[in-house]
């Protein structure tokens, strides 16, 4: 059978005949067609019977694009000839930003954020500020130098009025303490301080300073070491990822086998005590033990039949890890982009906070019915807030959106190029693909996200709000919207993440990269599955692992070493800890974005190419997970295409 493919294959290639052996030639073309048709279902059959791969764990090539035409060219899948997409998005944005700076010069002129910072006295003057004289009488008490009076004391009043007043010092009055520039009452301080004395966490604050600026050294080395074991964790992904996979498969069904046997047998014995006298009725535990036990072997089944399911496109989870880890090592450069993005986006973080003061400081002003000098917000402030949160939102998503494309862009230039010694600044030039042709589709990606999360945000507002309020039917109707636009913006980043990976491969919008994407993910939805429940696991263990290692050496060199003059040694270690975890958190999670886009790489190297006439860009490890695996490697050993 499999010669008369390689003749019917003879046969197709066969047509630069001349015009005598043309009507042969047509002969020997419909004979390849029907043996085609003949030999594939044949094929599908014996693989059922054990003869062959098992076709489900595999991904079956089609050319769809160039069916009827084989040639002995492959087809070049990574497009360089490229043009701006989604351009109009980066137009939105600007206007957006442009709009947000309109918004910013009115709160300029109706605000001033040392309102917040120092506060403000009944007569709307800022404490250890000078404040501008209104033109108004009405407001004829605000205006004036207050430089002197630099602290705010509020008072209540008998029938209950606060008062708000400018004061040089807070210790004139006995029963005032200062706190964060206010004049706060002591019983309020009183309460934390016995409070933080019930703790014993009374020298705490100044026993940590000192623990950390002796042992300041030290966390630089666990830093250093965390770095150090987050790259030889991403070497140990490589090699042997494998043996953490089958130890996390094994694990999960000891688990589940021995915790199910374990509440069937304590639901036996206690049903039997009970049966004997020995345990009264009201005493018992039978019904909970029943319970549990039934919801455990629901759970160990289902468990049970995922792993069986999975079994042959979990050996493709440890294969993408493989090849993650030669994508790493050919362009170590990629290790750098989580530093760029969370850089940004802590920038991002300190600005959106000073707009935030400035926002909430401003307001025109008014006279209450108190006689007290307030600033109300309008409509355009309040809807300043909400614009100032959504660009936050936009921002972020924006810089995360980039870092996937540049990655993106690097590994799918990397898998689609044969000689890999020859690729030259693959991640300089993902990050010019992103700049000069696909900004467009990252902040288009960006908006769509940036407005699922401020509604998000605006339903957990008014969720918030009706607390006050005993109505439990809006308050679960608030609350599935919630959960749904959850979900929602859950699938959205990664189908979002996906269609990146699409653009970044043939260079096109994004509506059109995320219908690609989605055909892909769909089609190939056990695998998907596989990918991301065993790979993110074991990526998450990746963390872990950083984070025990770095703790343990953290013990040996506080305690171990006895450093002398610390108090509390497990604050610099929990430190050590948290700088670990965020450290491991940008080397590993690099990882997931180029096993998704090797992945999308994989497939659609198998929709392009048949491995016969057009050659697999894949490795030979990859081509193992392929229908006609056998035979595209044996053509890969010839080093020429079947004619």
């Known amino acids: 059978m499999e010669s008369l493919l390689e003749e019917a294959g003879a046969c197709s290639e066969a047509i630069d005949l001349s015009k005598g052996d043309q009507k042969e030639e047509e002969e020997e073309e419909e004979e390849h067609d029907r043996l085609e048709e003949v030999v594939a279902p044949a094929s599908l059959e014996m693989g059922c019977c054990g003869c062959a791969d098992e076709p489900s764990s595999k991904v079956e090539p089609t050319t769809p694009d160039n069916q009827g035409s084989p040639s002995n060219i492959s087809t070049q899948i990574f497009v360089k000839d490229r043009s701006c997409t989604d351009f109009w998005a980066v137009i939105l944005i600007l206007v957006l930003a442009g709009g947000f700076i309109f918004m910013m010069t009115n709160v300029a002129k109706k605000g001033d954020v040392f309102r917040v910072i120092y506060g403000f006295d009944d007569c ?40 708000r007043s400018c004061v040089a010092n807070c210790t004139v009055d006995e029963t005032k303490a200062l706190f964060l520039n206010r004049c706060i009452h002591k019983k309020v301080t009183e309460t934390i301080s016995s409070l933080i004395r019930t703790l014993r966490l009374d020298s705490f604050y100044n026993d940590a300073i000192t623990d950390l600026g002796i042992a300041w050294r030290e966390l630089i080395y666990l830093l250093l070491i965390a770095l150090a074991f987050s790259l030889a964790i991403l070497v140990a992904f490589r090699y042997m990822v494998q043996y953490v996979i089958y130890i996390v498969m094994v694990g999960a069904v000891i688990a589940c086998i021995g915790g199910t046997t374990y509440l069937w047998l304590a639901w036996y014995y206690e049903k039997k005590s009970m049966d004997r006298g020995e345990i009264s009725p009201e005493d018992s535990s039978v ?34 890890f493989r090849e993650a880890g030669k994508a790493v090592y050919s362009m170590p450069a990629l290790l750098l982009q989580p530093i760029y993005t969370y850089l940004l986006i802590g920038f991002t973080v300190v600005a959106w906070i000073y707009c935030m003061m400035w926002i909430e400081s401003a307001g025109d002003i008014y006279m209450n019915r108190k006689n007290h000098i307030r600033f109300k917000k309008d409509g355009l402030l309040i ?35 044969r000689d890999k010694n020859r690729l030259s600044l693959p991640v300089a030039k993902g990050f010019g693909y992103l700049i000069r042709y696909h900004m467009g589709t990252v902040a288009f990606g960006a908006l769509i996200i940036g407005i699922v999360r401020v509604i998000r945000a605006m339903i957990s507002f008014v969720h918030k709000n009706l607390k006050n309020y005993d109505n439990a039917i809006a308050k679960g109707i608030l609350w599935c919207c919630q959960c749904c636009l959850w979900c929602f913006e859950c699938a959205l980043k990664f189908l979002t993440r996906n269609a990146y990976i699409e653009t970044a491969i043939y260079g096109c919008n994004f509506c059109t990269g995320g219908r690609k994407a989605f055909q892909v993910l ?73 096993i998704d886009t090797i992945f999308i790489c994989f497939c659609e190297d198998c929709e392009k190419n048949d491995g016969i006439s057009r050659p697999y860009f894949m490795s030979r490890g990859l081509m193992e997970f392929v229908e006609n695996s056998k035979k595209a490697l044996r053509q890969l050993e010839q080093g020429s295409p079947v004619t």
């Open 124 to 163: 709307g003057n800022v404490c250890g500020r000078v404040t501008a004289y209104e033109n108004d009488p009405k407001f004829h008490c605000k205006g004036g130098d207050y430089s002197k009076k630099p602290y705010l004391e509020i008072d209540l009043e008998v029938n209950g009025v606060k008062k």
């Open 287 to 320: 019904e909970p033990y029943f319970i549990y036990a039934i919801i455990m072997s629901v759970v160990a089944v289902i468990v049970l039949l995922v792993i069986l399911v999975m079994r042959k496109r979990i050996e493709l989870v440890v294969q993408l």
């Open 522 to 594: 769909s089609s190939n939805i056990l695998r998907v599955a596989a990918i991301n429940s065993v790979g993110d696991f074991v990526l998450f263990l990746g963390k872990v692992f950083v984070v025990t290692l770095t703790v343990v050496s953290g013990i040996y060199l506080m305690q171990v070493q006895k450093k002398e003059g610390l108090n509390h040694p497990w604050i610099p270690i929990t430190l050590a800890g948290i700088f670990a975890f965020l450290v491991a958190h940008c080397f590993i999670s690099i990882y997931e974005m180029i």
């Open 383 to 417: 809807a300043t807030r909400w614009y100032n949160l959504f660009l936050f939102f936009v921002a972020c998503e924006f810089y995360l959106g980039c870092q996937h494309m540049v990655v993106a862009c690097a590994v799918a230039r990397w898998f689609f190029t």
